[in-house]
């Protein structure tokens, strides 16, 4: 899961679009759900939705993430926050690139492109996990996001067919492969201090799928899994064996299952371990979904819509809908941009995973991360696809030789 710090954050005095009116008078599909009140705003503009506009929800939360795009190619993450993350406006990239939109997702890759000496080249290497609208003020670096880049441009070369940003990508592939230790496990980035970040299990499995193809570096990543980060009595990935309470994440069930091949479809199952209901702070509707972890104090909407995707992945397309009808319960009108609407960070005000809190506004803001893997669930389309055959040999998957056992 993506945990961020979010700057301070100053709502506009802008409401709720008033083109609620006119979407009633159309007739409205699973897909068409009404749109749920940010209630940061209260003044009300009478704006009427044009014919021409689309109305079905995904329609309009891809306006959202389109019209969110700023002059330099980047997003924020979240309306309001002055923060973009480095894993958003790849999801972003992504989801431009299955609309067509390919300029759009040239602009964030240009963005990165001309960093590539000041930053992955640089120092400890690596993009900056986080920064400003304006694209300065870099944190630290976060091995994971940088894996999500790679993703990103490797669907861009296969889709389009050259090579535009073929060092940005082999910079990538080094910096990534250059984070891996002795027993197999990749270390989870440097902090602005220099420091390594702890290994971490999601980063670890994305840069498995990110890295092209199947060699010593894959097979050195399953050799940690099954030795460090597998729970042999629940056929399980686990993300910190040091911290017992948080040993379970939700995240690791869809992306463990959407990246490696042939892994157990029970791991979807188990993740009810996190499934609660909570009511929406958006407009007091009750939802049920998918936390970060086993306190089940929010949901993770983000997290949520990625079950979705694996769901459909595994052929169960009863859960994926399922789901799909919770997400869209939560829909919220951006304040910024007319028609168009997005899906918060989580329902409800709490946790992250662990104990930490969340930021404010988490829970009344549309965000990237959650509209992105929304969209992807209703394209039915996982971002890992392209990277998940790798043709590994049927021994070196140790989730399936261990349940045989």
Known sequence: MKIY??????????????????????????????????????????TPLPEELPITTSEMVYHWIEKAQLENGLLESAEHTNFVSLYDNSLAAIVFMKQGKIANAEK??????????????????????????????????????????????????????????????????????????????????YNEDGTQIPKVTEGIITAFNAV??????????????????????????????????????????????????????????????????????????QVTGYCFDEDKDVIWLEGTAQMAVAFQQANLPMEATKLLKELEKTVIASTLTENAIGIPYTTNNGSTYGASALWDHADTTPAISSSAWYLFAKLNFSPFSLGKDKGMPEADKFWLQMAAQ
């Open 5 to 46: 710090k979010i700057f301070s954050i100053s709502f506009l005095s802008l409401g709720l679009l008033s083109f609620l009116n006119a979407c009633a008078t159309e007739e409205l599909t699973v897909d068409a759900d009404p749109i749920i009140e940010n209630t940061a705003t209260n003044t009300p503009i009478d």
């Open 108 to 189: 964030i890759f240009d963005f990165f492109n001309n960093k590539v000496q000041t930053e992955l080249e640089a120092g400890t290497g690596g993009f900056f996990q986080s920064r400003n609208e304006e694209g300065n003020e870099g944190g630290r670096t976060w091995m994971g996001d940088n894996a999500w880049l790679l993703i990103a441009l490797n669907h861009y070369h296969e889709l389009v067919g050259n090579q535009r940003y073929e060092h940005m990508v082999d910079t990538l592939e080094e910096w990534l492969r250059s984070l891996q230790e002795e027993d197999g496990g990749l270390i989870g980035g």
């Open 212 to 285: 092209e193809g199947y060699d010593d570096f894959h097979k050195n990543i399953l050799n940690y899994l099954k030795n460090e980060r597998w729970d042999t009595s629940n056929s399980l990935l686990v993300a910190s064996p040091e911290t017992p309470a948080y040993n379970y994440a939700l995240d690791l069930h869809p992306l463990g299952y959407g990246i490696l091949s042939d892994f157990p479809e029970a791991s979807l199952q188990q993740a009810n371990r996190y499934k609660n209901t909570q009511i929406a702070t958006v407009n007091g509707t």
